[in-house]
C-alpha cells in the first residue's frame, strides 16, 4: 500500500435506480477510490442533511430494500473496491441481524458502519459480526467523552469513524477544525485507522485531512453530482471525476 | 396534597423495571454518537434536579400558580347515558394554561434547561400543543425556541402556528419525507446535534432516546398522582378503569403510572384508528405495529418489510405518530394495560357528543379516549366508575371539526343540487 490516506465514496443503493447508483459506486471506484460505502436507504435519516436525504427519499419511495443493496455489495467487490454498507440500525434489525451478517459476508462485503447504534447497544450485532468475520465501524464525535471515546474504538472492527463535526452530512464551505485535535485523541487510545467524514467536497479539503487522517470519507459531494447529473451517465461521469480529483487530493496530504 | 412527592419518584415505576431507560427489551438510546454526551448531561441535571427540593418546588409553584393545577374531575353526568349508565369521570387536563397536559412537562423541561445554562430551546409538534406549550414557557423563562412542525400539520393546526409566534417562537415548517409529526422529530435531532452547545431539546411525549420516556413520565405523573387522589376522595374507592388516548402515550402514562400498583384497576390507551385498521390508513402502533427502533428507541412503530417507516394517518395530528413510548411497548407486552384503536368517524362522534351533553369542546385526541370510554362502560355497565384523561381542549380542532362536520351536511345538500341541476353549477 502506497503511504497515503485512503479515499471512501458513500453512495445510497437506489438512487436515480438500483442500476444506476450500482454503476455509480462502481464509477467512484473506476475514479481511483478504495472504499465504497454503500448506503441502505431508510424512511429517517436522523445523521443526514438535505442533499443525502433527498436521494434517499427516492430510494425508500421506490422500495429499495436489503436485497438490492447486496446486489450492490457484489457489484462494488467485482469493481476491485472494498465494498461496506452503512446502516441505520431498523432497515437491519428488520432483515435480522444474523441473516444480515452472513448475507453480507457471502456478497463480498467486508462490514457495516452503523450511526444511530453505539456499541452500548451493539451486542446482538457485534456477536454476529464477529461470527460472520465482518468488520463493524462506530462513530465517535467531537463531544465523546475519553472514556466513551476509548469503550467505541475498542468495540470497532477494521476502523473508526470519526465525525468530524457536531452536526449531519453535508458539503460545507470548510473542513472543520477540531477533526485533528478528535483524531489525535483516537490516535493515542486505538491502533485502529481513522476514518474522516462529514463536510469534505473538494480535492483541497481532501487533501488537507489526508495530512492528518487514515481515510477521507466523501458522501453528499457524490451525491450532488449525481442529483446534478442530466441523467445517469452524465451522473456516473460526474461522480467519476470527482473520485478522480479527490483520489489526487488524497495522494498531495497538504 | 404536598408539593415535593409529585416529582419525587424513582425509575422505577413499580412495574419491576430497573434498568434506566429500559422498559423489558424497549427503550434504550439508539442515536448517532453526537448526541450522547447530551443526553447524558440532560439524564444527570434530571437526575440531580429530582433530588433537590429547590427544584421541586419551584417546578410545583409554576404549576400551581401558572398553570393552574390541580387541575379538576368533573362527572360528565349527561355523558353517562351514552356509556351504558356508567359513571365517567374527566381528568381536566384541558384547563391547564395553554390548553393540555403538555404544559406539565415543558415546565419541568424548561426549568431544567436554565439548570443546565443553555439560553435555546427546541421542540417537534404535531397537533401543536406541545410547540405552544414550549413557546409559552420559553418567553416566560426567557429562552429563544425554535419549534418544528411538519407543514402538513401547520396547515391542519394554523391557529397553533399563530398562537407560538405570537409567543416569539420560531416556528419551522418541515417538507421532507411526510410532513408530520415523525419528520418533525427528525428535524429537530438534526438542530440539537449541530446546536447542542446552547440548545436543549424539550421532547414532547414519552417517546425518544433514554432519559426522554423516563423524565417525560415523571413530568406528567402529576395528572394520575393528583386524580388517584381525587377519586379516593370523592367517591370512596378507585376507578374501575382509566382510559386515555395514546399518540407518543405521555398524557396515557402521566394517568396510568399512579395506577399501575392498582392490579384491579383496568388501565386503556386508545390509538387513532384513522380510517380503520383494514384500510392500512391509520396510526394504530400498539394495535399493528412491529418491535423495532425510531427515533431513538426501541418500540413498536409501523413498518414496512424494508423496516421503513410507515407514514399514519388520523384526523388528529397529535395522535398522528408511527411510533409509540416505550413503556407503553412494555405494558401491552405484559398485558399490564391493554391498546385499542378508534376509528376517525367514532372520535368525531365523541368529541360532538361531549360538546353537546357536557360543554366541553375536547381535543381531537381526547375525543379517542372518550370514544373508548363509551365502548368500555356499555361493556362494565352503570356501577362501573371510569376515569377518564381529558388531555386537551378543541379550540385548536374548530376549523378540523366545522369541516368535518359541514362537509358531512353539505354532501347531502351538494348530491340534491347535483341531482335537479348539474349544468347550472
Ligand atoms: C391534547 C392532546 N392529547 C394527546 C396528545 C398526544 O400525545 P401523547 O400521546 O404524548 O399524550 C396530544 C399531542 O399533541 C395533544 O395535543
Known amino acids: ?254 | 396534597m404536598s408539593a415535593p412527592s409529585r416529582t419525587d419518584n424513582g425509575v422505577d415505576a413499580g412495574n419491576g423495571v430497573e434498568v434506566p431507560g429500559r422498559f423489558g427489551p424497549y427503550g434504550g438510546r439508539y442515536v448517532p454518537e453526537a448526541l450522547v454526551a447530551a443526553l447524558d448531561e440532560l439524564d444527570e441535571a434530571y437526575r440531580s434536579a429530582r433530588a433537590d427540593l429547590g427544584f421541586r418546588e419551584a417546578l410545583w409553584a409554576l404549576q400551581r400558580d401558572y398553570s393552574g393545577r390541580p387541575t379538576p374531575v368533573t362527572e360528565a353526568k349527561r355523558l353517562s347515558q351514552y356509556a351504558g349508565g356508567a359513571r365517567i369521570l374527566l381528568k381536566r387536563e384541558d384547563l391547564n394554561h395553554t390548553g393540555s397536559h403538555k404544559i406539565n412537562n415543558v415546565l419541568g423541561q424548561s426549568l431544567l434547561t436554565q439548570r443546565i445554562g443553555k439560553s435555546r430551546v427546541i421542540a417537534e409538534t404535531g397537533a401543536g400543543q406541545h410547540g405552544v406549550a414550549t413557546a409559552t414557557a420559553a418567553a416566560l423563562m426567557g429562552l429563544s425556541c425554535t419549534v418544528y412542525m411538519g407543514e402538513e400539520d401547520t396547515r391542519r393546526q394554523a391557529l397553533n402556528v399563530a398562537r407560538m409566534r405570537l409567543l416569539g417562537a420560531e416556528v419551522i415548517p418541515v417538507t421532507t419525507g411526510s410532513r408530520t409529526l415523525k419528520d418533525a422529530i427528525n428535524e429537530a435531532f438534526r438542530d440539537w446535534v449541530t446546536n447542542v452547545e446552547t440548545t436543549n431539546y424539550v421532547f414532547g411525549t414519552v417517546a425518544g432516546p433514554h432519559p426522554f420516556p423516563t423524565m417525560v413520565r415523571d413530568f406528567q405523573r402529576v395528572i394520575g398522582d393528583e386524580a388517584r387522589e381525587q377519586v379516593l376522595e370523592r367517591f370512596g374507592r378507585l376507578p374501575d378503569a382509566v382510559v386515555a388516548c395514546v399518540g407518543g402515550g405521555s398524557n396515557a402514562i402521566g394517568i396510568f403510572t399512579a395506577f399501575l400498583g392498582d392490579d384491579e384497576v383496568r388501565l386503556l390507551g386508545l390509538e387513532a384508528g384513522g380510517d380503520g385498521i383494514e384500510t392500512g390508513r391509520h396510526a394504530a402502533t400498539l394495535t399493528s405495529g412491529l418491535p423495532g427502533v425510531l427515533h431513538g428507541a426501541r418500540s413498536y412503530l409501523l413498518q414496512d418489510e424494508n423496516g421503513q417507516t410507515i407514514e399514519s394517518h388520523s384526523i388528529s395530528a397529535g395522535l398522528d405518530y408511527p411510533g409509540v413510548g416505550p413503556e407503553h411497548a412494555y405494558l401491552r407486552d405484559t398485558a399490564r394495560a391493554s391498546y385499542l384503536p378508534v376509528t376517525d368517524a367514532e372520535a368525531m362522534k365523541a368529541f360532538e357528543l361531549l360538546s353537546r351533553t357536557e360543554g366541553i369542546i375536547p381535543a381531537i385526541e381526547s375525543a379517542h379516549a372518550l370514544a373508548g370510554a363509551l365502548v368500555l362502560g356499555r361493556e362494565l355497565g352503570p356501577d362501573a366508575l371510569i376515569l377518564v384523561n381529558l388531555s386537551g381542549r378543541g379550540d385548536k380542532d374548530v376549523a378540523t371539526a366545522s369541516e368535518y362536520f359541514d362537509l358531512a351536511e353539505q354532501t347531502e345538500a351538494e348530491r340534491d343540487l347535483a341531482e335537479r341541476a348539474p349544468e347550472e353549477q
Open chain 1, 1 to 254: 500500500m502506497e503511504n497515503r490516506a485512503a479515499l471512501i465514496s458513500y453512495l445510497p443503493v437506489g438512487y436515480p435506480t438500483v442500476e444506476a447508483s450500482i454503476e455509480a459506486m462502481v464509477a467512484t471506484a473506476g475514479g481511483g477510490v478504495d472504499v465504497v460505502e454503500i448506503g441502505v436507504p431508510y424512511s429517517d435519516p436522523g445523521m443526514d442533511g438535505p442533499t443525502i436525504q433527498q436521494a434517499v427519499d427516492v430510494a425508500v419511495r421506490a422500495g429499495v430494500g436489503m436485497r438490492d443493496v447486496l446486489r450492490a455489495v457484489e457489484g462494488v467487490a467485482e469493481s476491485g473496491a472494498v465494498p461496506v454498507v452503512m446502516s441505520y440500525w431498523n432497515p437491519i434489525e428488520r432483515y435480522g441481524v444474523d441473516r444480515f451478517a452472513r448475507d453480507l459476508a457471502a456478497a463480498g462485503g467486508a462490514g457495516a458502519i452503523t450511526p444511530d447504534l453505539i456499541p452500548d447497544e451493539a451486542s446482538e450485532w457485534i456477536a454476529a459480526a464477529d461470527r460472520a468475520d465482518l468488520d463493524r465501524v462506530f462513530l465517535v464525535a467531537p463531544s465523546s467523552t475519553d472514556v466513551r471515546l476509548a469503550m467505541t474504538a475498542s468495540a470497532c472492527r477494521g476502523f473508526v469513524y470519526a465525525a468530524s463535526t457536531m452536526g449531519v452530512t453535508g458539503a460545507r464551505a470548510e473542513v472543520s477544525s477540531v477533526a485533528p485535535a478528535l483524531v489525535a485523541r483516537v490516535r493515542a487510545i486505538s491502533g485502529l485507522p481513522v476514518a474522516v467524514g462529514l463536510g469534505v467536497s473538494t480535492g483541497a479539503q481532501a487533501a488537507e485531512v489526508a495530512g492528518y487522517a487514515d481515510a477521507v470519507i466523501v458522501g453528499s459531494a457524490f451525491v450532488r453530482a449525481l442529483l446534478d447529473g442530466r441523467d445517469p451517465a452524465a451522473g456516473a461521469r460526474a461522480v467519476q471525476s470527482l473520485a478522480a480529483e479527490l483520489a489526487v487530493g488524497v495522494r498531495q496530504r497538504s
